[in-house]
């Protein structure tokens, strides 16, 4: 009996197991908690997933975010559910449009990197760019891809009475 | 004996077993559909993989407008009593978002008598356009109901329900629902700034409300990919349109490329009424009973 118990109970597991593996190609539950230590002191205001497919050209996904002119900004991308590096560059301007600045750029290679838009700026919104290079696989098969979190939080005026606003945050 | 345990051991393989295939195959199937799509997509050079738009917290627009200087007004709020009256689906969602930059209105304003019954609408709808989940922690509720009375602590609250929210928004492939509860909150984060501003806070407020346009493109955008337009979905999407254009083609905003900050920014009045007239027309639209 306790032999035929053993066997159920480790059926039991392995079904519940098999139910907890990722359904996703975006597993993103700790990737969010290293996120969010990365964002303290910052308040957060919203997460995005961003999809990336890498196709067998070049191409380059622009999303734009809103900021309001008296507060900081953190923005926290982390990069380690991406199958492949890309380059993710911020700008002052949409593609398109001339004079448009770099303010910021990264690989994907580094995981995790924060990107905080210099208030004196007096920008108004932001654009983010990822550049995905073109990929085909061994095979020849299609496309492969991945998702980058992209976590956002502010900060007030109220934080300016602390000379180090990343004293406490967790690494 | 023996036979008992084979028996018993057969049966239950047969069931785990089945169950884990019924939702292996499921997910191998819903999976193998999105290879496909991205795969044809792929082959196809089109660039269709689901955009993302970037919208911010009802909390964090509430926040804004009460640093400001926005004032409490008893009674601007839409009232938690006409929750049960929001038949369809779509009146549902959008009174989700209204209701959500109520609460963060009135927390904010330490309301704190009111923020429970709020809450409580909240939730209620929640149920009704499947969000129940992220409301259904005892814990959670409990945390609130602690929190009341400090102000800190209930915005903590509230963030983490925010960001429980996208999380179950992401989970579920929810951003179409979640753009039509922004839009919600957005039209009521901004009829409580045309409303609840006053001589004193006019300017300032003014400038806010503008600064708040620059939202309206990213939430156009994103209402317009919705895959399941409804007719009222589709009309409050040509109206925030209209109220868009309306926007970039005031004379103030000529140069609106060289704004520098909008601190600065100064909309006439006839402008500011002009708006504050669409904002009230379309809140009403929404939340009349």
């Known amino acids: 009996m306790r032999i035929l118990l053993s066997i159920v109970v480790l059926l039991a597991s392995s079904y519940l197991n098999a139910q907890q593996a990722p359904a996703s190609y975006c597993p993103k539950d700790d990737v969010v908690i290293k996120c969010r230590k990365a964002l303290v002191p910052f308040k957060y205001t919203n997460m995005i997933t961003n999809r990336i497919v890498f196709k067998r050209f070049n191409y380059v996904k622009e999303i734009s975010i809103p900021i309001y002119y008296d507060a ?32 910021g750029e990264f690989k994907s290679s ?52 602390f000379s180090d606003s990343e004293s406490d945050a967790a690494e | 004996m023996d036979k008992k345990i084979i028996t018993a051991l ?58 400001s200087g926005l004032a409490y007004v008893k009674g601007l709020t839409n009232p938690a009593s006409n929750e049960q009256q929001y038949i369809t689906k779509s009146q549902k ?77 992401d989970e579920n492939n929810l951003q179409d629902v979640t753009h039509i509860i922004f839009a919600g909150a957005w039209i009521e984060g901004m ?40 007719d009222d979905i589709e009309q409050l999407t040509k109206d925030l349109n209209k109220l868009d254009k309306f926007f970039m083609r005031l004379e103030e905003n000529k140069n609106s490329q060289n704004i520098a900050s909008f601190r600065d920014y100064k909309i006439s009045q006839e402008h500011m009424d002009e708006l504050s007239i669409i904002i009230t027309e379309l809140r009403t639209r929404i939340t009349k009973v």
């Not at chain 1, 991406?82 to 004079?99: A, S």
């Not at chain 2, 330490?110 to 429970?116: I, V």
């Open chain 1, 72 to 103: 900081r900004y953190r923005f926290v991308f982390n990069t380690e559910l991406l199958p492949k590096d890309i380059t993710i560059r911020v700008y002052d301007k949409p593609q398109g449009e001339k004079k448009r600045n770099i303010l």
């Open chain 1, 110 to 161: 580094q995981k995790q990197f924060n990107f905080e838009p210099d208030p004196e700026l007096g920008l108004y919104e932001v654009y983010i760019d990822f550049l995905i290079p073109a990929y085909i696989a061994e095979d020849g098969s299609s496309f492969i891809k991945g998702c980058i979190i992209l976590m956002t939080g502010y900060e007030d005026e109220v934080s300016d009475a």
């Open chain 2, 10 to 67: 057969f049966i239950s393989t047969m069931i785990f077993s089945s169950c884990g295939e019924g939702t292996k195959q499921e997910v191998s199937k819903e999976e193998q559909t999105q290879d496909d799509l991205l795969n044809e997509m792929a082959e196809e050079g089109e660039d269709q993989e689901p955009e993302s738009f970037y919208l911010p917290s009802a909390l964090q627009i509430g926040s804004i407008f009460q640093k």
């Open chain 2, 93 to 169: 969602i959008l009174n989700f978002g209204v209701y959500s930059a109520d609460l963060a209105y009135i927390v904010l304003n330490g309301q704190s008598q009111d923020a429970t019954a709020y809450l409580k609408t909240i939730k209620s709808l929640s149920d009704k356009i499947g969000f129940g989940a992220v409301f259904e922690s005892e814990e959670l509720m409990k945390r609130f109901q602690n929190s009341l009375g400090n102000q800190d602590s209930i915005i903590n609250v509230m963030i983490d329900i925010q960001m429980q929210t996208d999380m179950f928004v």
């Open chain 2, 191 to 230: 009829y409580l700034g045309v409303k609840a501003s006053n001589t004193g806070n006019q300017h300032v407020i003014s400038g806010r409300l503008v600064e708040q346009m620059t939202i309206l493109d990213n939430l156009v955008k994103a209402l317009r990919s919705n895959n399941n337009q409804t």
